[in-house]
């Protein structure tokens, strides 16, 4: 498998203040009429690391919740270059993109928004 880029890694050192690296980069493509429901990142051995997102291509509604289903959410626009940084409190909080603004975003050629999430999984 391929490293993850240096500029990647940046991102994450800047925003975490973090020495420890990610191990993991997930990288999810959204086309047009995709959405993910909320969920939890709870895959991870250890939660005190943060999880962090970085959005390219067209703005995705970003939802975000409570640590248990049913809570009250909040929703924000998320456009490409954003980066949402969820540790602490937020960490195990439910969340997932209720929607892509479609084109929104001449990043790719054919539309869509990719998103990098990075993750110390050990």
């Given at each position: 498998?391929?490293?993850?880029?240096?500029?990647?890694?940046?991102?994450?050192?800047?925003?975490?203040?973090?020495?420890?690296?990610?191990?993991?980069?997930?990288?999810?493509?959204?086309?047009?009429?995709?959405?993910?429901?909320?969920?939890?990142?709870?895959?991870?051995?250890?939660?005190?690391?943060?999880?962090?997102?970085?959005?390219?291509?067209?703005?995705?509604?970003?939802?975000?919740g409570c640590q248990t289903r049913g809570g009250r959410t909040e929703s924000l626009w998320l456009s490409?270059?954003?980066?949402?940084?969820?540790?602490?409190?937020?960490?195990?909080?439910?969340?997932?993109?209720?929607?892509?603004?479609?084109?929104?975003?001449?990043?790719?050629?054919?539309?869509?928004?990719?998103?990098?999430?990075?993750?110390?999984?050990?």
């Amino acid at each position: 498998w391929p490293a993850i880029p240096a500029e990647v890694l940046e991102i994450w050192a800047e925003l975490t203040g973090l020495e420890r690296q990610p191990e993991c980069c997930l990288l999810n493509y959204y086309g047009e009429g995709a959405k993910m429901g909320l969920h939890q990142d709870k895959d991870e051995a250890d939660f005190s690391f943060p999880v962090v997102s970085i959005s390219l291509g067209d703005d995705g509604l970003f939802r975000i919740g409570c640590q248990t289903r049913g809570g009250r959410t909040e929703s924000l626009w998320l456009s490409s270059g954003d980066v949402v940084v969820m540790g602490g409190e937020a960490r195990l909080t439910y969340h997932g993109v209720d929607r892509i603004r479609f084109k929104s975003s001449r990043l790719l050629p054919k539309g869509g928004r990719i998103n990098l999430t990075l993750r110390v999984v050990t």
